[in-house]
């Protein structure tokens, strides 16, 4: 249970209160295997940045008296979002756009000498800087774990498939 | 091959496939996210990790495809509306032409 509530802090607040019991109830009724978790770490990263899924948590599903869910288990990992600022946002921008120069570079410079790394510094020119601009807007005032496993783990898978 | 503009279960990406499972998994009543996977499991021999499901789920709920239903004991079980019907219908007809044409093909080499 510990280990499974851990999983769903790294889920937007929103997504926890629409889908969290439910989801917590399904994980519990099945074993949870590597492949489950790696399953539930993508799913937290697309939570975070889906048009879709955040359509679908501001449905009156969540809120209406009939179907009101009970999120007294989920109160150890609920945070309330923080606003993001201007300020927040720019610095965002700045760190995408800087990392994007940066990979870029830096794929440019290992192009003769290391052509395998120059292959995944090109593919993580956009994904990457985003990813690590993330904790500065998208997850702002979210758990620090949370944020160090969703960009740690994004990054590792990224590099891994890249 | 193009991708036919008409396939609008196509719209939802990698998602595309897990939904189509849901769909054809609700096609014949209301079923929480447990009992969708062991279905899923059951009828096309794939099993979706409880991310993915929840990821399709979401997208499908968005469209209005399927909808929730009320809770109960800490499982919320979704059915189809009739949107998701319509979609569901259409989206098994091509892929049952599909099947068709691959059919005579295979017959014909």
Known sequence: MRCDANLL???PPRWRERYGEEFLAT???GRLGVRDTIDIMFAASDAWISADVRRATISPAGTDAGGRMSINSLLACRREAAAVTPRDALIGAGVMLAGSLLFKTLAYASRDTLPAATHVLTDLAFLGPFTLSM??????GQPWKAQAAIVGGTLAILTLIG | MARRTDDVLATLGRFSEPALYIL???ADGPKH???ITQDIEAVAGQKLGPGTLYGAIARLEARKWIEPLPVEERRRPY???TAGHRVLRHRLQSLQALARVGRARLAEG
């Open chain 1, 9 to 11: 802090a790294l889920f």
């Open chain 1, 27 to 29: 994980v519990e009724d």
């Open chain 1, 135 to 140: 904790p500065f807007w998208l997850m702002k």
């Open chain 2, 24 to 26: 054809i998994s609700l």
């Open chain 2, 33 to 35: 996210g447990y009992a």
């Open chain 2, 79 to 81: 059915r189809l509306t």
